[in-house]
T-cell receptor, first 116, second 113 residues
Framework: AQSVTQLDSHVSVSEGTPVLLRCNYSSSYSPSLFWYVQHPNKGLQLLLKYTSAATLVKGINGFEAEFKKSETSFHLTKPSAHMSDAAEYFCVVSDHGGTSYGKLTFGQGTILTVHP | GAGVSQSPRYKVTKRGQDVALRCDPISGHVSLYWYRQALGQGPEFLTYFNYEAQQDKSGLPNDRFSAERPEGSISTLTIQRTEQRDSAMYRC???????????FGSGTQLSVL
């Protein structure tokens, strides 16, 4: 079984300051991990993904995440927040044990607010 | 089309009515997924198709929910005898075959009164 816990339901930062969105996962197999972003009235967009290659993954819009197996974490970071980063972010796990398709397990989401 | 298209964008219905939600995937995408997102929650997997074959329907909550994709392209998710607890955002996604990047549509917001 796989699960995802996003440790903060809301994060608020000032423009230009760093962003940290925390995620812990549980998986019975070697997981694939993702971060998706959801802007209001838009579809979910893939930010980045980890699939057992480099543990530090770079995504779009300056975001990156580090896979830490010992801590079962996959936190999302960005050095400097922009107003356009305000959105809801989902940490997602896909357990490959017996599946080879996009049956994803989403976290509950973290709403990021960016203040000017 | 340019992206995954879902219709209607909003659906308001009365308890007990049947509803049909449509998904038009990206042209050439073999795999199609349905997810449901309740308010304040992340999306939850409902069902998955490869071409016209329904490969996994383990996420459908009960037998009032069904989905089809008869020609391997457009898919319809049908909810019979709707209940208030069915109110949610229903999201469709498509991908190339296998475990590839999922492209999500904007969703259908269903409200059951």
């Amino acid at each position: 079984a796989q699960s995802v816990t996003q440790l903060d339901s809301h994060v608020s930062v000032s423009e230009g300051t760093p962003v940290l969105l925390r995620c812990n996962y549980s998986s019975s197999y070697s997981p694939s991990l993702f971060w998706y972003v959801q802007h209001p009235n838009k579809g979910l967009q893939l930010l980045l993904k980890y699939t057992s290659a480099a543990t530090l993954v770079k995504g779009i819009n300056g975001f990156e995440a580090e896979f830490k197996k010992s801590e079962t974490s996959f936190h999302l970071t960005k050095p400097s927040a922009h107003m356009s980063d305000a959105a809801e972010y989902f940490c997602v796990v896909s357990d490959h044990g017996g599946t080879s398709y996009g049956k994803l397990t989403f976290g509950q989401g973290t709403i990021l607010t960016v203040h000017p | 089309g340019a992206g995954v298209s879902q219709s209607p964008r909003y659906k308001v219905t009365k308890r007990g009515q049947d509803v049909a939600l449509r998904c038009d995937p990206i042209s050439g995408h073999v795999s199609l997924y349905w997810y449901r997102q309740a308010l304040g929650q992340g999306p939850e997997f409902l069902t998955y198709f490869n071409y016209e074959a329904q490969q996994d329907k383990s996420g459908l909550p009960n037998d009032r929910f069904s989905a089809e994709r008869p020609e391997g392209s457009i898919s319809t998710l049908t909810i019979q005898r709707t209940e208030q607890r069915d109110s949610a955002m229903y999201r469709c996604a498509s991908s190339l075959e296998g475990f590839k990047k999922l492209f999500f549509g904007s969703g259908t917001q269903l409200s059951v009164l």
